[in-house]
């Protein structure tokens, strides 16, 4: 198998095109960098691509592998034929190949080991000829032998059809034919191990879908119930008509000697055999489906999250709610740093709000906070109304925003939590967390295990470490689009540069801690282990804000500087120039306006630079923007300074919201009454979709309506198709 052919077709680019990638990955190149700086190369391959090419990659060449091992086993054994070469060597999975592998396969003692062992493998192949012209049962007391274990004809005949069932359930087409027609007519169901018991999973009680619609929250949802001892989960198969096939491939002519013989050793073969591992199979088919398609939307989920923007240069308040232990706050700068921290009672059981309240006086004019970021969770309502009252108290402008809390208490008990703040305790921490992810989310959430975020869907059920590598991959991707402050970012941060390990980010902080901060990327060569390989995969995602050269703070790679510097000339632009566009650009100033408008031919003028089209067209646009973030296009949080209760909410109200989570059927949006509403997908948009995420984006600013409150519940049904 050409196997770069087979993933051009896959992912429908040019075979040239994978190749390069292919060849880039090998020289040991990362993703960010082959999609940012090699377009020349890929033509342009992306992020999401390039990895869909990686992950198939391992897969095919592993596949690979697989083949050469069972051709050498089967070679070894001497039974390798031409045809069964050409067989494995045309096998497209893994599955395919463990079917043609079973009949050599090694075995465990099974029924058809032990006849074999007492003699009767003549007897099977005798009642296999099926020209007999007598009694079976004669010719199977031939096979009486007290010292091997046959007592009678009868046992001689079981073992014999023992020998039978293995042979066809070891038959590769079959096994193909039979799984390929459970998918098609099969279905999938679930029943209660008690009926009387309440649960979530109640509507599975009594369940069945086909298999070929079976959506993956519900298989997920069924595993989950199974695995608690809730459900009892099967496929149904068509198993007549298999059986049918299996008599029909079997019994050649009709023998009414062995032909009920065959019957039974085929309807034996499917029951004890193949039908329960093709269920198995197919459940791990529909489970490893479902997980692929879940791992996808919290990829996108994550990605939108991390790309929230930064509201930066605020003093901020971070508010950890909570009852019996108090409120944790921490009150941090423009920069991130925390000034103060304090614990107050405001709710239950102590209801100290006027206490509470002298106290956030105190904290709001000493430090000009600018704005309070509270946690959505336990006593995030209580904490809110008091918020609330205290601004209409107040004669300053200060709003509040609810984020989202997941994994802020996993970060705060964590090892890197300890060591960022030794001397604050676990609520501290989280208060700190809490503020800063208003801040700059990205810098904040890259601490966190990707998994505890909390913008998926039955994370924890499925394929950890699938799961762990995709998000990472994702957090990979987001933080080298943004890129990262050489001299702020912290070494968590700096761990998701491409050509960045754990070791070099702790030896990147740690020199600048020694010599202060970097003047110039050139500098990072200067860290210990960082060599040139490294520095040319990360360099270009690293930013030096006032640094020598203006063009540290872009996403220029240093070995483009020349290129770059040349154009400038040809532009009429001075290194000064940037650097005023980078300042005035920080304060919403001006911009370069459109050089790309000034260049008349494009492919002359790279060749004359000595770089590729691809590569001038994105010179062109950071000098145009230099040093713009990225995020600067996404929705903004919704800053809040009033409260609603679920029981303020009536049907037909028209509602602002923010998208917090995205699951299969619908979306969750938080419409500032800690409940959040969801918005099935029926309920988007007027044309038909199949997922939420042609509709909407976490972090999206969305006008809803709702259609019903159940308080009881805790339920708010919304539509985004307002009448």
């Given at each position: 198998?050409?196997?770069?052919?087979?993933?051009?077709?896959?992912?429908?680019?040019?075979?040239?095109?994978?190749?390069?990638?292919?060849?880039?990955?090998?020289?040991?190149?990362?993703?960010?960098?082959?999609?940012?700086?090699?377009?020349?190369?890929?033509?342009?391959?992306?992020?999401?691509?390039?990895?869909?090419?990686?992950?198939?990659?391992?897969?095919?060449?592993?596949?690979?592998?697989?083949?050469?091992?069972?051709?050498?086993?089967?070679?070894?054994?001497?039974?390798?034929?031409?045809?069964?070469?050409?067989?494995?060597?045309?096998?497209?999975?893994?599955?395919?190949?463990?079917?043609?592998?079973?009949?050599?396969?090694?075995?465990?003692?099974?029924?058809?080991?032990?006849?074999?062992?007492?003699?009767?493998?003549?007897?099977?192949?005798?009642?296999?000829?099926?020209?007999?012209?007598?009694?079976?049962?004669?010719e199977a007391e031939k096979y009486i032998d007290e010292?091997?274990?046959?007592?009678?004809?009868?046992?001689?005949?079981?073992?014999?059809?023992?020998?039978?069932?293995?042979?066809?359930?070891?038959?590769?087409?079959?096994?193909?034919?039979?799984?390929?027609?459970?998918?098609?007519?099969?279905?999938?169901?679930?029943?209660?191990?008690?009926?009387?018991?309440?649960?979530?999973?109640?509507?599975?009680?009594?369940?069945?879908?086909?298999?070929?619609?079976?959506?993956?929250?519900?298989?997920?949802?069924?595993?989950?119930g199974e695995k608690e001892k809730i459900l009892t989960?099967?496929?149904?198969?068509?198993?007549?008509?298999?059986?049918?096939?299996?008599?029909?491939?079997?019994?050649?002519?009709?023998?009414?000697?062995?032909?009920?013989?065959?019957?039974?050793?085929?309807?034996?073969?499917?029951?004890?055999?193949?039908?329960?591992?093709?269920?198995?199979?197919?459940?791990?088919?529909?489970?490893?489906?479902?997980?692929?398609?879940?791992?996808?939307?919290?990829?996108?989920?994550?990605?939108?999250?991390?790309?929230?923007?930064?509201?930066?240069?605020?003093?901020?308040?971070?508010?950890?709610?909570?009852?019996?232990?108090?409120?944790?706050?921490?009150?941090?700068?423009?920069?991130?740093?925390?000034?103060?921290?304090?614990?107050?009672?405001?709710?239950?059981?102590?209801?100290?709000?006027?206490?509470?309240?002298?106290?956030?006086?105190?904290?709001?004019?000493?430090?000009?906070?600018?704005?309070?970021?509270?946690?959505?969770?336990?006593?995030?309502?209580?904490?809110?109304?008091?918020?609330?009252?205290?601004?209409?108290?107040?004669?300053?402008?200060?709003?509040?925003?609810?984020?989202?809390?997941?994994?802020?208490?996993?970060?705060?008990?964590?090892?890197?939590?300890?060591?960022?703040?030794?001397?604050?305790?676990?609520?501290?921490?989280?208060?700190?967390?809490?503020?800063?992810?208003?801040?700059?989310?990205?810098?904040?959430?890259?601490?966190?295990?990707?998994?505890?975020?909390?913008?998926?869907?039955?994370?924890?059920?499925?394929?950890?470490?699938?799961?762990?590598?995709?998000?990472?991959?994702?957090?990979?991707?987001?933080?080298?689009?943004v890129g990262v402050d050489l001299n702020t970012a912290?070494?968590?941060?700096?761990?998701?540069?491409?050509?960045?390990?754990?070791?070099?980010?702790?030896?990147?902080?740690?020199?600048?801690?020694?010599?202060?901060?970097?003047?110039?990327?050139?500098?990072?060569?200067?860290?210990?282990?960082?060599?040139?390989?490294?520095?040319?995969?990360?360099?270009?995602?690293?930013?030096?804000?006032?640094?020598?050269?203006?063009?540290?703070?872009?996403?220029?790679?240093?070995?483009?500087?020349?290129?770059?510097?040349?154009?400038?000339?040809?532009?009429?632009?001075?290194?000064?120039?940037?650097?005023?566009?980078?300042?005035?650009?920080?304060?919403?100033?001006?911009?370069?306006?459109?050089?790309?408008?000034?260049?008349?031919?494009?492919?002359?003028?790279?060749?004359?630079?000595?770089?590729?089209?691809?590569?001038?067209?994105?010179?062109?646009?950071?000098?145009?923007?230099?040093?713009?973030?990225?995020?600067?296009?996404?929705?903004?949080?919704?800053?809040?300074?009033?409260?609603?209760?679920?029981?303020?909410?009536?049907?037909?109200?028209?509602?602002?919201?923010?998208?917090?989570?995205?699951?299969?059927?619908?979306?969750?949006?938080?419409?500032?009454?800690?409940?959040?509403?969801?918005?099935?997908?029926?309920?988007?948009?007027?044309?038909?979709?199949?997922?939420?995420?042609?509709?909407?984006?976490?972090?999206?600013?969305?006008?809803?309506?709702?259609?019903?409150?159940?308080?009881?519940?805790?339920?708010?049904?919304?539509?985004?198709?307002?009448?």
């Amino acid at each position: 198998m050409d196997i770069n052919v087979k993933i051009a077709k896959e992912l429908q680019v040019q075979k040239w095109q994978v190749e390069a990638a292919v060849n880039l990955i090998d020289e040991g190149n990362t993703i960010p960098f082959i999609s940012r700086y090699r377009k020349e190369v890929t033509g342009s391959l992306n992020d999401e691509v390039l990895r869909n090419l990686y992950e198939r990659l391992n897969y095919l060449r592993a596949l690979e592998e697989k083949k050469q091992q069972v051709l050498g086993s089967i070679e070894e054994q001497g039974m390798l034929t031409d045809e069964l070469r050409e067989k494995i060597l045309a096998a497209e999975t893994q599955v395919a190949v463990d079917d043609l592998y079973r009949p050599y396969r090694p075995k465990r003692k099974t029924r058809a080991s032990v006849a074999k062992e007492k003699g009767l493998e003549p007897l099977a192949l005798f009642i296999k000829l099926q020209n007999t012209k007598k009694p079976v049962e004669q010719e199977a007391e031939k096979y009486i032998d007290e010292e091997k274990g046959v007592g009678t004809a009868e046992e001689a005949l079981q073992g014999a059809k023992d020998i039978l069932a293995e042979a066809i359930s070891d038959e590769a087409d079959y096994r193909t034919f039979i799984r390929d027609l459970t998918m098609r007519e099969g279905s999938l169901a679930s029943e209660a191990k008690d009926e009387k018991a309440e649960s979530v999973y109640e509507m599975y009680y009594a369940y069945e879908e086909s298999l070929k619609k079976v959506a993956g929250h519900r298989i997920l949802a069924l595993n989950r119930g199974e695995k608690e001892k809730i459900l009892t989960v099967k496929v149904k198969a068509p198993e007549e008509e298999i059986i049918r096939y299996l008599e029909k491939m079997t019994i050649l002519v009709n023998n009414e000697y062995t032909t009920p013989i065959l019957k039974e050793a085929a309807e034996d073969s499917y029951r004890r055999l193949i039908g329960p591992a093709i269920e198995r199979e197919i459940r791990n088919e529909l489970t490893e489906r479902a997980e692929n398609g879940a791992i996808s939307v919290f990829g996108k989920n994550l990605e939108q999250l991390l790309m929230q923007p930064p509201i930066a240069g605020k003093v901020v308040l971070g508010w950890d709610p909570a009852f019996r232990t108090g409120c944790k706050l921490a009150v941090v700068d423009g920069t991130g740093k925390v000034l103060d921290t304090k614990v107050i009672y405001p709710t239950a059981p102590q209801n100290k709000v006027e206490q509470s309240k002298i106290e956030l006086k105190k904290l709001i004019k000493k430090y000009h906070i600018d704005l309070i970021s509270v946690g959505n969770g336990t006593a995030s309502r209580e904490s809110e109304q008091i918020i609330v009252e205290l601004l209409k108290e107040l004669d300053v402008p200060l709003q509040y925003v609810i984020v989202n809390e997941a994994g802020a208490s996993v970060y705060s008990a964590s090892k890197l939590a300890t060591e960022e703040f030794p001397e604050f305790d676990v609520g501290q921490r989280s208060a700190a967390s809490i503020a800063r992810r208003l801040q700059d989310p990205l810098a904040e959430l890259v601490k966190i295990e990707p998994r505890a975020i909390g913008v998926g869907q039955y994370q924890h059920d499925m394929n950890q470490k699938k799961l762990g590598e995709a998000l990472t991959g994702v957090v990979e991707s987001t933080v080298n689009k943004v890129g990262v402050d050489l001299n702020t970012a912290s070494a968590p941060l700096l761990e998701y540069i491409s050509g960045i390990s754990k070791t070099l980010a702790k030896n990147i902080v740690a020199y600048r801690e020694e010599n202060g901060r970097f003047l110039s990327r050139k500098q990072l060569l200067k860290v210990t282990k960082l060599g040139p390989k490294a520095f040319e995969q990360c360099a270009g995602f690293m930013r030096i804000t006032d640094g020598e050269n203006p063009l540290d703070a872009t996403s220029v790679h240093p070995e483009s500087y020349e290129a770059a510097q040349k154009l400038m000339e040809k532009l009429g632009l001075s290194m000064e120039d940037v650097r005023r566009l980078q300042g005035e650009a920080k304060t919403g100033g001006k911009k370069a306006g459109s050089l790309s408008s000034r260049i008349k031919d494009k492919k002359k003028l790279a060749e004359e630079l000595g770089i590729g089209e691809l590569t001038l067209e994105d010179i062109v646009k950071e000098l145009e923007k230099p040093a713009r973030d990225p995020r600067e296009d996404m929705p903004t949080p919704i800053l809040r300074s009033d409260v609603m209760d679920m029981e303020d909410l009536k049907p037909g109200m028209i509602l602002k919201g923010t998208v917090r989570n995205i699951v299969d059927f619908g979306a969750f949006v938080d419409i500032g009454v800690h409940q959040d509403g969801l918005v099935h997908v029926s309920q988007m948009t007027e044309r038909y979709i199949k997922h939420p995420l042609e509709a909407v984006s976490v972090g999206d600013i969305v006008d809803v309506q709702v259609i019903s409150v159940d308080v009881p519940k805790k339920r708010i049904a919304l539509t985004m198709k307002i009448k």
